[in-house]
């Protein structure tokens, strides 16, 4: 049982999450079990901790037993929980098994978030220090970053001009200009990649290639605080991005093959003076313009494409990504279901940061079965996670397939520039 | 008029039933029954009168309560909509509402229990309002309520799938007790209705109990005048529009507190998956 003081405060937290949305979310699910057979995780593992109302009726027995009357008159009614070890254990089940995928809104009748709902279980989380570690730290490195990227931008400048050469090799460096710009003010566009050198090159190369006003922006765009649940860390995270665009005065802001990042850039960070699109989107319209063309030749074989939650359903990004596979190949085979009724690959939600090799493989079963049975050689994807999560299924189930990531296709397959 | 009055008016009209009663209870003592009698008239007269009043101010104050609480609340920070947009997120909203398409698609069964049970609900209330005084649903000259009992089996039936379709798979596992509760009032509720507007007139000699009836009942309230209703409805059917009436009053009480809340919120709801 927890101390009173630390229940009053678990309360406080509950109730600043309590906007019109949550309330309804709260109080209106009649438990039809429309939502059950939406998650690939109880479609994988049939378990009813793992339905998306399994998962909010955690918080919602929270809710009724302290906001509701039934909670101190009937408890017994709702199956109440209290703020108590046990119910903290089962908010974390909920929560982290929960990839916020979002797929279960299109099935429920009235829409409801389990995403959202899932966001007070990880708040109260946070305030018993049950949260987990790995994001914890990985937020604040990120927002630590924020303010001391100055002291470190020297040796940042020189592992991006290391990687100019290979830029170069994919699309001829642009006249007058650096390889891969940072932060220059005056740029149309600021792209903000990930850490590694992957989510830089090709980006860079296709820029370069449609001759792009761009620049590179010094911070990573993943959002870990987002996973945690954390709202003011994830404001920190995504204000450091929106604070360089305004200084720099870009007209859009650009984001990486990363589901979360461009959700939360897009929708969750406030109005802003620019426009903010993922790469993925740019990319469709250079090639829809003909600042870019692509060689079709390049690609051989049959492909499919996954559509990332946070980037298709969760993002509105669903047809540009076949408009550029269009251009790359006739062979192109969709999964089924795709779109928005497409599964989620499990890796979302920041199982791939936490680890969790285990519980993302046996989850996913059903994603493996769904591309297994599209019977292509290659897949490609638009998100980091997801790549990262489908190259793993991809050896853990013996599918036999390359994965790909849409950017890196369209750069190895610039046309008339590649060298 | 004073309720005690009122009672002994009714007693006087009502004397074939009571004397009928007398006769079967004849071995107790009869000042115990009349007591008890008594007791139980004033029961009956509670729930056909006050309560009727009390039920529907809890369910308006109730609804209105949680409405006010929930447009105070503070909006959410960010859009919720999923996509693909819609060109018109206003009628996708109300199409989600009012047609289910989601249901529809993935448990189609389920899907036409539910419509069959909702435009049953309609055409219930509508039924209702029959009763009142002025208001003619049904020809006046009509001895039935709307749909000749066929509404009453249109809630009834899918309640019933509703009740035990709880029982099984999944949906045994996500339930909890106050979704059988509600399940088993509002079906006992519709049997009890069933029997007023169906059942009573599977006699020999036609209805028990006719419209007019009931309208007069429904006269009573809308004129607030507290007169027993016993005068008005006669014979031995009364136990079962007592608790007809009781049951749909603790169903009016619960309904702000409970899921049934969708039937405000479902609209709403849909708004924020589209706009």
Redesign the interface.
């Known amino acids: 049982m927890l101390d009173e003081p630390t229940t009053i405060y678990l309360k406080h937290l509950f109730e600043t999450k309590l906007n019109k949305a949550m309330r309804l979310y709260l109080d209106t699910c009649s438990r039809c079990g429309l939502c059950v057979d939406a998650c690939h995780v109880y479609a994988s593992m049939p378990e009813t901790k793992y339905t998306p109302v399994g998962r909010a009726e955690v918080v919602r027995k929270l809710f009724k037993r302290y906001f509701r009357l039934q909670g101190t008159f009937a408890p017994w009614l709702g199956e109440t929980l209290t703020m108590d070890d046990i119910g903290m254990d089962k908010a974390y089940e909920a929560a982290f098994s929960c990839t916020g995928c979002r797929r279960c809104v299109g099935f429920c009748p009235f829409g409801i978030d389990t995403q959202q709902v899932m966001g007070i279980a990880k708040l109260l989380l946070i305030g018993v220090e049950k949260q987990p570690q790995i994001l914890a730290m990985l937020s604040d490195m990120s927002i630590a970053k924020g303010e001391t990227y100055t002291e470190s931008s020297d040796s940042y400048l020189e592992a991006i001009r290391n990687l100019e050469p290979e830029v170069e090799a994919l699309a001829p460096k642009p006249e007058g200009r650096p390889t891969i710009p940072v932060s220059v003010p005056g740029s149309d566009v600021l792209y903000v990649s990930l850490s590694g050198a992957h989510s830089i090159i090709p980006a860079a190369a296709i820029m370069n290639a449609a001759k792009e006003n761009w620049c590179l922006s010094y911070f990573e765009a993943v959002n870990f605080a987002a996973w945690l649940g954390d709202p003011k860390k994830q404001a920190r995270i995504s204000g450091r991005i929106v604070a360089e665009a305004e200084r720099l005065g870009v007209k859009e802001v650009v984001i990486v093959e990363c589901g979360t990042a461009t959700r939360v850039m897009k929708f969750q960070s406030g109005r802003h003076s620019f426009k903010v699109l993922s790469i993925v989107e740019l990319v469709a319209r250079y090639l829809h313009e003909g600042r870019i063309s692509v060689d079709p030749a390049k690609f051989q074989g049959s492909l499919t494409y996954h559509d990332p939650c946070q980037l298709g359903r969760n993002s509105g990004v669903l047809e540009e990504p076949r408009y550029i596979i269009g251009k790359l190949t006739k062979n192109f085979v969709e999964l089924t279901p795709n779109r928005e009724d497409n599964w989620c690959c499990g890796g979302g939600g920041g199982f791939i940061s936490l680890g969790e090799h285990e519980f993302r493989m046996k989850s996913s079963k059903v994603k493996a079965d769904q591309v297994r049975a599209a019977k292509v050689e290659v897949i490609c994807t638009a998100c980091e996670n997801c790549h990262t999560q489908l190259t793993e299924l991809n050896e853990h189930y013996g599918l036999g397939m390359k994965v790909e990531s849409l950017t890196n296709m369209v750069a190895h397959a610039l046309a008339d520039t590649s060298v | 008029m004073d309720p005690q009055s009122v009672s002994k008016a009714a007693a006087a009209v009502s004397g074939a039933t009571q004397a009928a009663a007398a006769a079967v209870s004849g071995a107790t003592p009869v000042v115990v029954h009349s007591g008890f009698a008594r007791f139980m008239d004033g029961v009956y007269y509670v729930i056909m009168v006050p309560m009727v009043y009390v039920a529907l101010a809890v369910m308006v104050v109730g609804i209105i309560v949680?409405i006010v609480?929930?447009?105070s609340?503070?909006?959410?920070?960010?859009?919720?909509k999923?996509?693909?947009?819609r060109r018109h997120p206003m009628l996708a909203a109300l199409g989600?509402t009012f047609a289910?398409p989601?249901?529809r698609k993935?448990?189609p069964v389920?899907w036409l229990f539910l419509v069959w049970f909702h435009v049953g609900i309609l055409l219930l209330i509508l039924g209702h309002f029959d009763l009142f005084p002025n208001l003619n649903i049904m020809p006046a000259a009509s001895r039935h309520m709307l749909g000749a009992g066929f509404v009453g089996v249109s809630v009834t039936v899918p309640a019933f799938y509703f009740l035990a379709r709880r029982f099984r798979g999944?949906?045994r596992?996500?339930?909890?007790?106050?979704?059988y509760?509600l399940l088993l009032l509002l079906i006992f509720t519709f049997l009890l209705g069933d029997m007023i507007s169906w059942g009573n007139s599977w006699t020999a000699r036609g209805f028990v109990m006719t419209k007019a009836d009931f309208k007069q009942y429904f006269g009573i309230l809308a004129s607030f005048s507290f007169a027993d209703p016993k005068t008005v409805l006669p014979g031995s059917h009364y136990h079962f529009i007592v608790l007809h009436l009781f049951l749909a009053e603790l169903f009016m009480m619960i309904l702000p507190?409970s899921?049934i809340?969708?039937t405000f919120?479902?609209l709403?709801?849909?708004i924020?998956?589209?706009k």
Do not use: G
């Open positions: 949680k609480s929930i447009v609340s503070p909006a959410p920070a960010f859009t919720l999923t996509f693909p947009a989600d289910m989601q249901i993935r448990q389920f999944e949906d596992h996500i339930s909890v007790p106050s979704d509760l507190f899921k809340v969708h919120f479902s709403p709801l849909n924020l998956r589209r």
